[in-house]
């Protein structure tokens, strides 16, 4: 790490960045020593506030209150549309490249506002009001963002599920924040296949009886049932609508939306963010970590079901009157091009993904790259997991040509927005490395026992003070939000995840310090499958662990142990597959399932997965201390029988 290449900051030749590496240091050293004074500066430039807030900070970590811009007036939707009409009515705000190469949109500031206002009195007419909960869950098309956005200008909380969940999770989403209202549409489709989310709401809906009204979208035309006590076509009722709806005066703590984690410990945490400090988190960094200049056209490839959706394609960019472009296919759809398709299409300059799709396009060889011109852009961006160094080369050398800097974002769903990146014009770049923390951001690496290491370190990540986009609980239960994030290290927020901090400072992300499986960008809990596998009549127990993979980053490998006497076979292992399909979605199809007698456990009950994990990684030879285990002779058992 230490060895590891630096890249010098690059000189735009278009422009001057907003940050340089003097000004990032001065503003960093302010943002920290006087957070007060700092915030409310940017407060004042970012936001346009209805009334000015009483208190800027109110935040004590020992019992997870966390408070910014107490009193202040605003209202999200007016920041992100209305703000923007007196010189940018006809400007784009949303670009949408469909799933086919030959289906776009274009819809400018003035557009958005009359579409956002239009769904918003739709659902003020089916009585949804300030605070009421709403679901989101839809395809990426514009309208996703039209969604958020209205429930934004009512004050009513949105809820976005991922379009790729299954019934069983839309359901229980549904459920845990009692959403009285659905916004879907009749179907999806990425990559020429068809996603079925009306049928699936049906599903989802069959156990959710408080849901009085459903807005069905048309952007199919797919054959779909339909239930007309419940159902709206809201292509229909949009027409009815007026294109002004007055904006809801929002309290800066008045909650935003709700979006579940993965959920690592089988139930998912609705993490619940607030209107003005998450506002001025996103639009903030958009700008300077993106290096936002007005004109530029901006992609971030997620989807609106994350939170890299929610901030970065549209609160962030929105906020700061940018062009934000919305794909609603894959990358890999007609042909391994198409992201730079899309990029020559759309002069794109700013472009933010993931190192699933960097290394899935790696594989597919240069030349799907080298046909495009990519002459646009300007700067690239990846988020979601470490990136390692032999990917971070090809995105900066093969995709950038060498010209664009790569800011790699470390963040999560909890933080809102990004807290360690490098700013363009202000960080010289290590492959791997998230860099250095955002304005007012304080990290800081402890050991085991708590203790805050100095200089060079290695350990568990924490902040040691709050930033405004800072999640406020977890909705529905703040004893949860206490116990996951504060209750480790008093005084600290956890971040879950390992670091290592260079003699620079830099920092680097070793990943998650509990079981998340990350399977080609998509999250979720080892917990989460194994529920799943332990729900067939014939499975006892199971255990799921992630194994490198060389397109999705990670695999997944499930140990199974049957009820008595059972033998595995072809028909019990597909009946496994279905049930996961069933529950969490095709994502999380185990690739090997390998049949146990018996896992290795410790004396307490508890399964041992670095054992686990060292065999899924056929690395039997480093498997370590098993002395612990209640029965040593079940690993062998396991080794002779893995599956590579
Ligand atoms: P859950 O909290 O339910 O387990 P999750 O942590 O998988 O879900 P996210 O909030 O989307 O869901 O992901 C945040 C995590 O992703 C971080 O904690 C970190 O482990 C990883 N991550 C994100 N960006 C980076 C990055 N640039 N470098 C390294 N790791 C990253
Ligand atoms: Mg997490």
């Given amino acids: 790490m230490s060895d590891s290449k630096t ?40 936001i346009d506030w209805f009334e000015p807030w009483k208190t800027v900070k109110n935040v004590d970590y020992k019992t997870a209150s966390i408070k910014w811009f107490e009193g202040g007036k605003l209202n999200v939707s007016y920041n992100c549309i209305d703000r923007h009409l007196k010189d940018k009515a006809d400007h784009t705000a949303i670009i949408w490249e469909g799933d086919e190469p030959d289906q776009q949109r274009y819809i400018s500031y003035q557009e958005l506002h009359d579409e956002v206002c239009k769904m918003a009195n739709a659902l003020k007419s089916r009585g949804v009001k300030k605070g009421d909960r709403v679901c989101i869950y839809m395809p990426m098309i514009p309208e996703v963002g039209f969604a958020m956005l ?85 292509n229909e009722l949009k027409k009815e609508m007026e294109s002004e709806c007055p904006v809801e005066t929002m309290d800066a703590e008045d909650p935003l939306f709700i979006l579940y984690t993965s959920g690592s410990t089988g139930k998912p945490k609705g993490v619940l963010h607030t209107s003005g400090g998450y506002l001025l988190h996103v639009a903030m960094t958009h ?35 940018a062009t934000t472009l919305v794909f ?78 790569i800011v790699d974002t470390w963040w999560q769903t909890e933080t809102g927005g990004i807290l360690i990146s490098p700013l363009p014009g202000a960080t010289p770049l290590k492959p791997g490395s998230a860099t250095r923390p955002f304005f007012g951001v304080q990290p800081a690496i402890l050991d085991q026992d708590g203790n805050e290491l100095d200089g060079k370190a290695s350990g568990y990540l924490v902040m040691k003070d709050s930033w405004p986009g ?18 480790q290290y008093s005084g600290y927020y956890f971040t879950g995840d390992g670091a290592n901090r260079d003699e620079d400072g830099y920092y680097w992300i070793t990943g998650r310090v509990d079981d998340v499986l990350n399977v080609s960008g998509h999250r979720m809990g080892t917990a989460e499958v194994e529920n799943a596998l332990d729900l067939h009549p014939l499975v006892a127990e199971s255990a799921v662990v992630g194994y490198p993979h060389d397109i999705k ?33 095709p994502i999380a199809k185990p690739d090997k399932i390998q049949w146990a007698p018996d896992l290795p456990k410790t004396r307490s009950g508890k ?38």
């Fill in 7 to 46: 890249y010098p900051i690059k000189q735009f030749s278009t422009h001057t960045p907003h940050i340089d590496e003097e000004k990032y240091l001065r503003m960093y050293q302010q943002s920290v020593q006087e957070p007060e004074k700092f915030w409310s500066r940017m407060a004042h430039e970012f």
């Fill in 150 to 234: 209205a429930c934004a200008r009512i004050g009513a909380i949105h809820s976005v599920v991922f379009g790729g969940f299954s019934p069983e999770a839309l359901k229980s989403r549904i459920l845990d924040s009692d959403c009285r209202v659905v916004i879907t549409a009749d179907a999806g489709v990425r990559g020429g296949k068809t996603v079925p989310l009306k049928a699936n709401t049906d599903k989802a809906l069959q156990h959710c009886p408080d849901v009085h009204s459903v807005f069905v979208v048309k952007h199919r035309l797919a054959d779909i049932d339909w239930h007309a006590e419940r159902d709206i076509d809201y």
């Fill in 287 to 321: 700008k300077y970590i993106f290096d936002y200049h007005d004109g530029d056209i901006y992609w971030c490839t997620a989807d609106a079901g994350w939170i890299t959706g929610h901030s970065y394609i549209f609160y962030g960019p929105l906020a700061n009157g």
């Fill in 328 to 405: 609603e296919g894959v990358p890999s759809y007609p042909t391994p091009s198409r992201f730079w398709q899309v990029v020559d299409k759309h002069k794109v300059n700013i472009f933010y993904t993931a190192p699933t799709a960097i290394r899935a396009l790696m594989a597919v060889g240069d030349d799907a790259v080298k046909s495009t011109s990519r002459k646009s852009l300007r700067l690239l961006g990846s988020v979601g997991e470490p990136i390692n160094v032999e990917a971070w080369e090809w995105y900066y050398k093969v995709v950038g040509d060498e010209r664009c800097p």
């Fill in 470 to 487: 800072q999640m406020r609980s977890v909705y529905g239960d703040h004893d949860r939000f206490f116990q996951t994030y504060f209750s």
């Fill in 553 to 585: 980053g990670q695999g997944i490998y499930a140990f199974v142990i049957f009820k008595n006497g059972v033998e595995f076979n072809d028909e019990i292992k597909q009946q496994l597959i279905d049930i996961i399909t069933e529950e969490i979605g």
């Fill in 607 to 644: 399964i041992m997965r670095r054992i686990l994990r060292k065999i899924a990684e056929n690395q039997v030879d480093s498997i370590g201390d098993t002395s612990t285990l209640a029965d040593p002779s079940v690993v062998q058992h396991l080794i002779d029988n893995r599956l590579h």
